[in-house]
């Protein structure tokens, strides 16, 4: 992978050639005023098509509810957030 220094002026003009760019393979430094400011690199995919996050372990399986909800919150004055401490295990 090779690194290409873009200033964010140039970066602006040419956004959709720099995004080929990365696309492709490249990453670019960013600079403002000759001073890196960011890097620009591509996102890699897991072989299930969601993005590969240092640290992040995503799950295969459907949401699992931990237990059914008996009954949904009457309109009774009280907030959402009272009535889910108060209903909660």
Do not use: F, K, N
């Given at each position: 992978?090779?690194?290409?220094?873009?200033?964010?002026?140039?970066l602006r003009s040419r956004?959709?050639?720099?995004?080929?760019?990365?696309?492709?393979?490249?990453?670019l430094l960013i600079t403002s005023r000759n001073r890196?400011?960011?890097?620009?690199?591509?996102?890699?995919?897991?072989?299930?098509?969601?993005?590969?996050?240092?640290?992040?372990?995503w799950s295969t399986s459907p949401p699992r509810v931990s237990r059914p909800v008996e009954e949904c919150p009457v309109i009774t004055g009280e907030t959402l957030a009272d009535w889910v401490i108060a209903n909660r295990r």
């Open positions: 992978m090779s690194t290409h220094h873009v200033s964010v002026r140039e956004l959709s050639d720099c995004l080929h760019a990365v696309a492709a393979g490249e990453s890196p400011v960011a890097r620009l690199l591509a996102v890699q995919m897991s072989p299930e098509g969601l993005p590969e996050i240092p640290g992040v372990v």
